[in-house]
């Protein structure tokens, strides 16, 4: 088993200084923190792999493809491999869990 603490990972994603932090890695998936403060840019590209979202904090919407949604804590969106997507209008620092099924290359 492994086990994670929400607060922890957040220490360790702000002390590397990064706006993402992967935290698991298995055969078939990862999963990783991503994080961007209000007002701030979403500089995602499309991934090879299939991505859920779930967001743990924060308001924003996001486009995927050409479908845009509001999201806020409880969120959960699917966002399939090679389409292009991003988090914008943030108004609250935006705390996501992501999944990358097969693992993030």
Do not use: C, W
């Amino acid at each position: 088993m492994k086990s994670f603490r929400l607060d922890e990972l957040e220490t360790e994603r702000a002390a590397n200084e990064g706006a993402y932090l992967q935290f698991l890695r298995e055969r078939n998936m990862s999963v990783g923190l991503y994080a961007l403060n209000a007002g701030e840019h979403d500089p995602q590209r499309p991934h090879h792999q299939d991505e859920v979202y779930f967001v743990v904090s924060g308001r924003a919407s996001i486009t995927v493809g050409m479908e845009t949604t509001q999201v806020a804590r409880g969120s959960v969106v699917y966002v399939p491999a090679g389409v292009a997507h991003r988090f914008h209008h943030i108004t609250e620092d935006l705390r996501v869990l992501v999944v990358f099924s097969p693992p993030e290359s």
